[in-house]
């Protein structure tokens, strides 16, 4: 004798169930457990939104992770979004497979200030390259850099003409030594203790390139 719903008491014979739920009314109870409303991060600056342990760009991929992480245990798919809520597929496994349903979340953002735009607004700095020479040479090499900086995780926090060239100081180290090294600059290099940070010292480099 096939079964009925325990709720609207459709048969088994139409439906797929779910325990003793119609795939109606198991849709239907997803959607009503479902939280109302989720919380995200974002810039208040960059506008990124935090996900996976990092601030990302607002697009619609990492707004779905972003998401999926506020609901665990549920398979998301963003279906659209504004700035009030996003609407949503939802899946939820089952021993008799997935149950899915749609439903619209408000979205309440919360806001800070990112580290990368923290550091932009207080001018942190790890390198100095100091170009010294001729002065077109100098202009060259400098706007070379600028396109190399402004395609990495690094940004140039300042510029500073000098009367035999000129200053550019720029916020990772890391990305200032690598440019160099790709452009095969000829460089001298010294060091400068900045402080300490986890009981570590934490030195500033400066490099001297004479064109």
């Given at each position: 004798m096939p079964r009925h719903c325990a709720t609207c008491n459709r048969?088994?014979?139409?439906?797929?169930?779910?325990?003793?739920?119609?795939?109606?009314?198991?849709?239907?109870r997803l959607g009503d457990k479902l939280p109302k409303l989720i919380e995200l991060e974002r810039c208040k600056r960059c506008g990124r939104?935090?996900?996976n342990g990092r601030f990302a760009d607002p697009n619609p991929k990492a707004l779905e992770e972003a998401i999926a992480q506020k609901m665990r245990g549920y398979r998301i798919h963003l279906i659209d979004n504004d700035d009030e809520g996003a609407l949503l597929d939802i899946?939820?496994?089952?021993?008799?497979?997935?149950?899915?349903?749609?439903?619209?979340?408000?979205?309440?953002?919360?806001?800070?200030?990112?580290?990368?735009?923290?550091k932009r607004a207080s001018g942190y700095w790890e390198a100095l390259i100091q170009l010294r020479g001729q002065r077109d040479r100098v202009e060259r090499l400098a706007?070379?850099?600028?396109?190399?900086?402004s395609k990495s995780a690094a940004f140039i926090s300042k510029t500073e003409d000098v009367e035999t060239g000129k200053n550019i100081y720029i916020s990772s180290k890391t990305v200032a030594s690598g440019m160099i090294s790709h452009m095969e600059l000829k460089?001298?290099?010294?060091?400068?203790?900045y402080g300490i940070k986890n009981g570590k010292r934490v030195f500033r480099n400066t490099y001297a390139i004479h064109l």
């Open positions: 048969s088994e014979k139409d439906f797929k169930f779910y325990g003793g739920f119609c795939e109606v009314c198991a849709a239907k939104i935090w996900v899946t939820e496994e089952k021993e008799q497979g997935g149950v899915s349903t749609e439903k619209r979340i408000a979205v309440k953002v919360k806001t800070r200030t990112c580290d990368d735009c923290y706007a070379r850099m600028e396109r190399y900086i460089y001298t290099s010294s060091f400068t203790l």
